[in-house]
């Protein structure tokens, strides 16, 4: 069974950084492509960032990138995503994806003063 | 940015009953390797996003026929038929054919 799970959520001040990460298991880890997408409190789905199995090509959207740095460790089956320079609108649950198919719990970052 | 337009924003259907979500997107879905990349999701309520429909029309694992997906280009249909109460949710169609790949702003659905 497919299973990702966030963890590394909780509340930041804007301008600071949070690191979070997503455990895999059920699955051949580096077989495939990962993202990440997040949903602010009562809103829409927004693609964060997305990364081949390899690791050697990540992709954003302006929204994030030269902000965010999405990476993985496909000897500990891990998806990180490096969240810098991070502003209100950076509030949401962030969600691991496998391929955009198999989707993790999430994990809320709140970035609030 | 492909922009993708859901109608209706809401729904509300009866139980047995059968219904249908449209997306449309402001660029044509087709990838340069032949595929379309338009996915259907349901968000249940206090739960991740579920995927449904993968490239137009193809049922994921574990997902009942009631739902079907349909469309080509531009335009993309969700059908739903004989609704059960685990149907009621948020539904959202996403395209990864184009970066920035982007959702739909959602339909939710509700019992009449």
């Known amino acids: 069974e497919v299973q990702l799970v966030e963890t590394g959520g909780g509340l930041v001040q804007p301008g600071r950084s949070l690191k979070l990460s997503c455990v895999a298991s059920?699955?051949?880890?580096?077989?495939?492509?990962m993202s990440w997408t997040r949903q602010a409190p009562g809103k829409g789905l927004e693609w964060v960032a997305s990364i081949t199995n390899s690791g050697g090509s990540t992709y954003y959207p302006d929204s994030v990138k030269g902000r965010f740095t999405i990476s993985r460790d496909n000897a500990q089956n891990t998806l990180y995503l490096q969240m810098n320079s991070l502003r209100s609108e950076d509030t949401a649950t962030y969600y691991c994806?496998?391929?955009?198919?198999?989707w993790g719990q999430g994990t809320l970052v709140t970035v609030s003063s | 940015d492909v922009v993708m337009t859901q109608t209706p924003v809401s729904l509300s259907v009866s139980l047995g009953g059968q219904t249908s979500i449209s997306c449309r997107s402001s660029q044509s879905l087709v990838h340069s390797d032949g595929n379309t990349y338009l996915y259907w999701y349901l968000q249940k309520p206090g739960q991740s996003p579920q995927l449904l429909i993968y490239?137009?029309?193809n049922r994921f694992s574990g997902v009942p026929d009631r739902f079907s997906g349909s469309g080509s280009g531009t335009d993309f249909t969700l059908k739903i038929s004989r609704v059960e109460p685990e149907d009621l949710g948020v539904y959202y169609c996403?395209?990864?054919?184009?970066?920035?790949?982007?959702f739909g702003g959602g339909t939710k659905l509700e019992l009449k």
């Open positions: 996403y395209q990864g054919t184009h970066y920035p790949w982007t």
């Open positions: 059920g699955f051949t880890f580096n077989n495939y492509w």
């Open positions: 490239k137009v029309s």
């Open positions: 994806t496998r391929g955009m198919a198999y």
